[in-house]
T-cell receptor, first 116, second 113 residues
Framework: AQSVTQLDSQVPVFEEAPVELRCNYSSSVSVYLFWYVQYPNQGLQLLLK??????LVKGINGFEAEFNKSQTSFHLRKPSVHISDTAEYFCAVSYLYGGATNKLIFGTGTLLAVQP | DGGITQSPKYLFRKEGQNVTLSCEQNLNHDAMYWYRQDPGQGLRLIYYSQIVNDFQKGDIAEGYSVSREKKESFPLTVTSAQKNPTAFYLCASGRDSGPGELFFGEGSRLTVL
């Protein structure tokens, strides 16, 4: 069965430090990959997505992610975080079957806690 | 502006009562989804619909029901058969054909007293 793993449930980091949130997926077929952010008591907003092409994807708010097919990973990075980046981050994948896409499968989320 | 509207944002229910959560979108998307979110469990798919008058069960459909009479609307009913209904419910929409990017509403928090 397809799955998405976010190994870190919580990542504490000091303001202006770099951060990496890890995401791995299981797959034997082509995939599309997404990172979403959720602020408290709100819905999810798309941060960035990988559909094809360059493996380094840039998103909003200074975030970027790198698609690594051999390691089936899509880690999210930011070189310098702000207090306002405190939120929960979800990795998600949709699988491409014979030209059609399946529904999104989400990881369990990583809470990024930025401390002053 | 285009988007997804969920209502109510907060809802309290007594045990044994059914409750319906509203979801409306004006993005002209064919597909709509309901997810349930619990702490530490991420998002779990309840039901989804790829076209009007048709819908499919997701991973945790027991105790829930939906309808899709209009393209814009996809209400979710939490029935008394749902054993642990207290949760945050998220509605989303997307193009049926495409890479699976979804657009989310602000969510509805249901608390059973």
């Amino acid at each position: 069965a397809q799955s998405v793993t976010q190994l870190d449930s919580q990542v504490p980091v000091f303001e202006e430090a770099p951060v990496e949130l890890r995401c791995n997926y299981s797959s034997s077929v082509s995939v599309y990959l997404f990172w979403y952010v959720q602020y408290p008591n709100q819905g999810l907003q798309l941060l960035l997505k990988y559909l094809s092409g360059s493996t380094l994807v840039k998103g909003i708010n200074g975030f970027e992610a790198e698609f690594n097919k051999s390691q089936t990973s899509f880690h999210l990075r930011k070189p310098s975080v702000h207090i306002s980046d405190t939120a929960e981050y979800f990795c998600a994948v949709s699988y491409l079957y014979g030209g059609a896409t399946n529904k999104l499968i989400f990881g369990t989320g990583t809470l990024l806690a930025v401390q002053p | 502006d285009g988007g997804i509207t969920q209502s109510p944002k907060y809802l309290f229910r007594k045990e044994g009562q059914n409750v319906t959560l509203s979801c409306e979108q004006n993005l002209n998307h064919d597909a709509m989804y309901w997810y349930r979110q619990d702490p530490g469990q991420g998002l779990r798919l309840i039901y989804y619909s790829q076209i009007v008058n048709d819908f499919q069960k997701g991973d945790i459909a027991e105790g829930y029901s939906v309808s899709r009479e209009k393209k814009e609307s996809f209400p979710l009913t939490v029935t008394s058969a749902q054993k642990n209904p207290t949760a945050f419910y998220l509605c989303a929409s997307g193009r049926d054909s495409g890479p699976g990017e979804l657009f989310f509403g602000e969510g509805s928090r249901l608390t059973v007293l």
